[in-house]
């Protein structure tokens, strides 16, 4: 056995030392994306997300739901099933009221976490035959845990509040991994309590995120080779893989994977050809070749993590369609690698550990299952791992050559630093959409999503010539993303031009018939072309590709109310707020049409009801305002009234309302103070401020002529 020479202070810290050290390093990384915002999906699975809005907790919604509020069992859901996750942002939505602060702190505080369970699992790696020494297994795990704790392929785990989901995943991992190297002895009543805990973990791992599954393998996996069973004859070594402990973890992994398929009824997620071209290319030549060079590609991102970014899709990694492109060359360079590592696994037994801490928690990604994804930079948070701990062991083993050391720790040091500095800076791109979003041009300038997503940010902040620009360059990029094309549809209706309108929300249906919201924005030009029965029709075939659609219903109620069918428009608007309860526009509309017809009692209850869903909406205050001030209920009114002023104090209908409210009440001065309010924040706009102001004041100087 090679004598091992000292390394550096650093290296024979004190463990509690090195925990601090990896928790200064990860502020150091991540603390500056706490102010950031919420950005990409966070906005759909937690904001949008009904399951996790719903106050008090509705444990049924969010243990039927997948990741994103659909119900599992529907033909549209993602079949990411993840309630625990979901759990935990409902809860922390209870107490912060949807603070992205509070979410990333949470984010940065697991990550922390796991580099110190890296730290301690690492410390447990003693294989036999090995050539390592007790102190080198020490420096090994602080080195991989370092790398883990700054590694930038991590920042879209961190920064990304979704991606809470393969952080709870990896802690669990981590647990099951500790459980497994403190666990060497072969008693049948180890056994089955080893089994039952691997077993109870998994289960719980898989709802936080379904790459859980993979626990057992890896638990089986690292026990084979403490154990020391890879340096036996092979038929020995059959014999020890098909033990009890390992049949009992293969018996509950095969349940689990039963149970969690039945959760999803047994249907596949349909996934877009654009969001994964590898897994639907028609060639099997192109799909093997491609789907390789993406194993070689993740691992090139690991290497070098200069260029990332939050979506590979829609070609940004064009696809290998024949044996002489170039890039075969790498991936033969790969395989003949790990072909060497697997023969030598008996010889060099902590290389084929990392690689297997690579592979196996990597394997739900790898294609084996169709994903709705090219590259995930999350999906390598946990295999990462393994790769540290490939670097780590490489790295202490050139350090036993006196010579090449210092120059190694000094190498090490500027590897962290610039992880570090990379961080910060992919972090910086995490803290808002626009930032996210710009950063991916320089990575992938033909990736149609990318455009996609800038374009509908351009959208949201009223940039229309730019968002026209970019929806353009997404369809040019990509001519039948159906997404892009309804979206620039719906961006030439409401600048006014219903023919263009028209026509990108027909070459969408053309594409995707059954694309339910395109036949509702197809729905709503036609109905602002006056041509109702096409509209009526658009409605309902959006109904048909999906049933309880809150949004086509209040737009069904609008088409009834613009041909005077008020009672059908009502009906439509109750369904929408009945499926939807958070559908503001929709309980407005109910409420103005109530008050219209003089039903003040019945507007009241409706309002009341509307309050318990949207408690601080100024617009339905305002209307139950309006009511209590019809039916002389003066003091309740001007309660409401304020209460909306002070949440919108330049808002001229709300001061326009009050002072009617006042005029009736024969509060004149009040009246005539708010009158003068309406009209000082839009002198244009409150018309009827101003006539009843003229009025009320024609009307004392009348008195006053006549006293």
């Not at 993406?294 to 690991?302: D, S």
């Not at 039903?599 to 009341?608: G, H, T, Y």
């Amino acid at each position: 056995m090679p004598t091992y020479c000292k390394p550096s202070n650093i290296m024979d810290s004190s463990l509690c030392i090195k925990g601090a050290i990896l928790i200064i390093l990860c502020y150091l990384c991540y603390g500056s994306s706490l102010n950031g915002s919420f950005v990409f999906d966070d906005t759909v699975a937690i904001k949008q997300n009904k399951a996790i809005l719903q106050v008090p907790t509705n444990y049924t919604a969010i243990f039927t739901s997948d990741f994103w509020g659909a119900p599992i069992t529907s033909e549209d859901s993602h079949k990411s099933y993840r309630p625990l996750t979901s759990l935990l942002f409902h809860w922390e939505w209870i107490k912060w009221q949807m603070q992205p602060k509070h979410m990333k702190a949470i984010n940065l505080a697991i990550h922390t976490i796991n580099s110190l369970l890296v730290l301690l699992v690492l410390n447990k790696f003693k294989f036999k035959e090995s050539h390592i020494t007790s102190v080198s297994v020490k420096d090994i795990a602080f080195v991989g845990a370092l790398l883990f704790a700054v590694h930038p392929i991590h920042t879209e785990s961190v920064a990304g509040i979704v991606s809470r989901a393969d952080l709870m995943f990896c802690f669990v991992y981590l647990i099951c991994l500790y459980i497994c190297c403190n666990t060497n002895k072969e008693g049948q009543q180890t056994i089955l309590w080893f089994s039952i805990a691997i077993s109870l973990l998994t289960f719980i791992g898989m709802l936080f995120k379904e790459s859980a599954i993979t626990i057992p393998m890896a638990c089986v996996f690292l026990s084979f080779m403490l154990k020391g069973f890879h340096t036996f004859p092979w038929k020995q070594q059959i014999k020890a893989l098909f033990c009890m402990q390992n049949i009992l973890l293969g018996i509950t992994t095969l349940s689990m994977t039963i149970f969690r398929l039945w959760i999803a009824d047994f249907k596949s997620p349909k996934f877009r050809n654009a969001d994964n071209p590898v897994a639907h290319a028609s060639s099997l030549k192109t799909r093997i070749l491609s789907q390789s060079y993406l194993y070689f590609y993740n691992l090139k991102i690991l290497i070098n993590p200069s260029e990332l970014c939050f979506d590979w899709s829609f070609g940004c990694i064009p696809l290998i369609q024949k044996f002489n492109d170039n890039r075969l060359l790498l991936v033969l360079g790969l395989y003949v690698l790990l072909t060497i590592v697997i023969l030598n696994y008996q010889r060099n037994c902590t290389t084929f550990v990392a690689l297997g801490l690579i592979t196996i928690p990597f394997l739900p990604a790898s294609g084996i299952i169709k994903v709705g994804f090219v590259i995930a930079e999350r999906v390598l948070y946990v295999p990462s791992i393994g790769f540290c701990y490939l670097v780590a062991y490489g790295f202490v083993c050139l350090c036993e050559n006196e010579g090449f050391r210092k120059c190694l720790q000094i190498a090490l040091g500027i590897v962290i630093c610039v992880f570090v500095m990379r961080c910060r800076q992919r972090s910086a791109e995490w803290l808002t959409e626009e930032k996210l979003f710009s950063s991916a041009l320089d990575v992938c300038p033909n990736n149609a999503k990318v455009h996609y997503n800038i374009a509908r940010l351009a959208t949201d902040m009223k940039n229309y010539s730019k968002a026209f620009g970019h929806y353009h360059t997404a369809i040019e990029l990509s001519p039948d993303y159906d997404a892009a094309l309804m979206n620039l549809g719906n961006l030439y209706r409401d600048r006014g031009d219903l023919t263009k309108a028209e026509i990108y929300l027909k070459r969408a249906l053309e594409i995707t018939p059954n694309f339910a919201t395109a036949w509702m924005n197809l729905g709503i030009v036609q109905a602002a072309k006056k041509n109702f029965a096409e509209a009526l029709q658009s409605y309902e075939t959006a109904l048909s590709h999906r049933k309880n659609y809150a949004n086509c219903y209040y737009n069904m109620g609008n088409l009834y109310l613009e041909q005077k069918r008020n009672s059908k428009a009502l009906q439509h608007w109750e369904l929408a707020v009945a499926l939807k309860p958070r559908l503001r526009q929709a309980w407005t509309n109910i409420l103005t049409m109530l008050d219209s017809q003089g039903r003040f009692e019945k507007a009241l209850k409706v309002s009341d009801e509307a309050l318990k869903y949207l408690p601080n909406d100024s617009s339905i205050t305002f209307l139950r305002a309006n009511i209590y001030g019809k039916l002389g209920h003066y003091e309740q009114a001007e309660h409401l009234y304020k209460q909306v002023v002070a949440k919108e104090p330049l808002n001229y209908l709300y001061h326009t309302n009050l002072a009617v409210l006042y005029h009736r009440w024969n509060k004149i001065t009040e009246a005539i103070d708010s009158y003068k309010k309406a009209l000082e924040i839009e002198p244009n706009r409150a018309t009827t401020a101003r006539e009843n102001l003229n009025k009320l004041i024609n009307k004392l100087a009348s008195k006053k002529r006549g006293a």
